[in-house]
């Protein structure tokens, strides 16, 4: 028996497992971008809670591309809630240089509401 055959009638390889032919298939070629730390928790997220989502996405060669976009626009809107924030809230460099420990304690608040708030609107949606 050949180990691996083609058949003209679907235009699928085969190779031989055991007793059985098995089709050689693989998935769709996709660019590689890189993904950051919200894109690598919402694949997290997908992975555990929405299987169906992300064995399409995997299966159709754009999960990458997709976790690439919700990374950016996630990190986007981050630093724009924090320079809002600290903004309302009169965090400046002034008020760095006057008192280190409270600007460092209120950028920790602030930085940890806007994790909560995008985390909220695109990691866990």
Not at 48 to 72: E, F, H, M, P, S
Not at 108 to 113: A, F, H, K, M, V
Request: glycine share 6%.
């Amino acid at each position: 028996m050949e180990k691996v055959i083609y058949e003209e009638k679907n235009g699928l390889w085969y190779e031989l497992q055991g007793d059985y032919y098995i089709p050689c298939l693989k998935l769709p070629e996709e660019e590689q971008l890189p993904i950051g730390v919200w894109g690598q928790r919402h694949l997290r997220y997908i992975k555990q809670n929405r299987k169906v989502l992300y064995l399409n996405l995997l299966t159709n060669g754009k999960l990458n591309g997709y976790l690439a976009d919700i990374d950016k626009q996630a990190e986007d809107m981050f630093l724009r809630l924090v320079k809002q924030m600290a903004e309302s809230e009169g965090v400046t460099e002034q008020f760095k240089a006057d008192n280190q420990m409270e600007w460092v304690a209120r950028m920790n608040n602030i930085r940890s509401r806007a994790m909560e708030i995008v985390n909220y609107e695109y990691i866990f949606q």
